[in-house]
């Protein structure tokens, strides 16, 4: 008889209502692909969490295996760049949107959507970091390739207790640079001083609309909550700033002005984890191994299990996980 693993099931009825259930799954049902990976772990991304409360219309196929991210171990292989046994990471490339996800014992994938674990992560590692700190460093890559440094002052981070945020903060405290984190929950400074910011900005501060150029205070940034807030990063940037946008926590609009771009240089730098080629991938993943001490990896941790995934993915929407979420299957 068949393997059976665990899945989430997200499932749609005729009315366009949408339940969730955890359900029993052999190889055989996933979807095409060349490569069979054993998933060893995954995590809850804030797609996650729209993917399985419905929030947002993410997935793209039904039903579907929500989870855009996994590590775990190629356990079949037609595809002649990996071999049973290869430890890989995959995130995004439509997984868990349009093609069953993470959220599942056993994936088959695309070998070209595989990235090799870097030596010095372990599974858990990588979904601690995940997309949600893959696409961190994909920002602070951007800034950098800006031609900025931390000699030209501070950066400013937004969304700073989230997941992006926090691996945000940790990856430019790292490099050098001073980092203003911008919160809606002041009481977790301490945790976000762990991760290196040196100062708490409350989002209020931020968050009603402000002028086309207000008082300069960073000259990079990280912005996960889109909006008003990056409105206004964008405003106070410096002459000569950047800031990577890769977040719409607070919405998907944008009410700024271009005042900040034609009367001070500044430029937006867009950042997507989803499409991005395998070279950048691989110069992310490189970076982050390099970068991110264990210790502050387990300050950010918070470790569940396969039944733990629905529940934090509802928290996540609902804007109260701190840091990563990781899950270990058996
Ligand atoms: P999290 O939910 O972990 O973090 C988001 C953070 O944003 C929260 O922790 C909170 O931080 C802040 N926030 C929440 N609600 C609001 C609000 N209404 N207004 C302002 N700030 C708010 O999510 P992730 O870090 O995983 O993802 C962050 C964003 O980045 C999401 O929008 C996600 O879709 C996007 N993303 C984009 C990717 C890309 O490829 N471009 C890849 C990965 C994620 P605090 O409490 O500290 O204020």
């Known amino acids: 008889m ?6 989430i099931l997200i499932t749609r009825d005729e009315a366009k209502t949408q339940s969730v259930a955890t359900v029993a799954m052999t190889a055989d049902e996933l979807m095409p692909g060349d490569v069979e990976v054993k998933v060893e772990a995954t995590t809850v991304n804030y797609k996650d969490g729209l993917a399985i409360t419905g929030k947002s ?4 196929r039904w039903p579907m295996i929500p989870g855009v991210d996994l590590a775990g171990t190629v356990l079949r292989s037609d595809n002649p760049r990996w071999h049973p046994g290869d430890r890989v990471v995959l995130n995004g490339w439509g997984v868990g949107e349009a093609h069953y996800g993470a959220y599942a014992g056993q994936a088959r994938l695309k070998g070209e959507w595989l990235v090799p674990l870097p030596e010095r992560l372990s599974a858990r590692d990588a979904m601690v970091i995940g997309t949600a700190g893959y696409t961190a460093m994909l920002s602070v890559l951007a800034i950098e390739a ?3 440094s931390p000699q030209d002052g501070p950066a400013v981070v937004t969304g700073a207790s989230g997941g992006v945020g926090s691996v945000a903060i940790a990856l430019l405290a790292k490099r050098g640079w001073e980092v203003l984190a911008v919160t809606g929950r002041t009481h977790e400074a301490d945790y976000l001083t762990s991760l290196g910011a040196s100062t708490i900005i409350d989002r209020a501060e931020l968050s009603a609309p402000g002028k086309p150029l ?8 990280i912005d996960a909550v889109g909006s008003q807030v990056l409105a206004n990063v964008l405003a106070a940037t410096r002459y000569g700033g950047a800031v990577a946008a890769c977040g719409l926590a607070q919405g998907m609009d944008l009410p700024a002005t271009v005042a900040p771009f034609i009367l001070r240089g500044v430029s937006l730098l867009g950042i997507d984890s989803v499409m991005a080629p395998l070279g950048k991938r691989q110069i992310a993943w490189a970076r982050l191994a390099e970068d991110l001490d264990p210790q502050i990896l387990d300050a950010m941790a918070t470790e569940i299990g396969f039944d733990g995934l629905i529940d934090k993915a509802h928290q996540i929407v609902e804007g109260t996980i701190r840091g990563r979420v990781v899950a270990m299957f058996d």
Do not use: I, S
């Open 146 to 148: 800006a031609g900025l």
């Open 2 to 7: 068949a393997e059976t693993f665990q899945a």
């Open 57 to 60: 219309p993410v997935v793209r």
């Open 214 to 221: 207000a008082k300069e205070r960073w000259v990079a940034g």
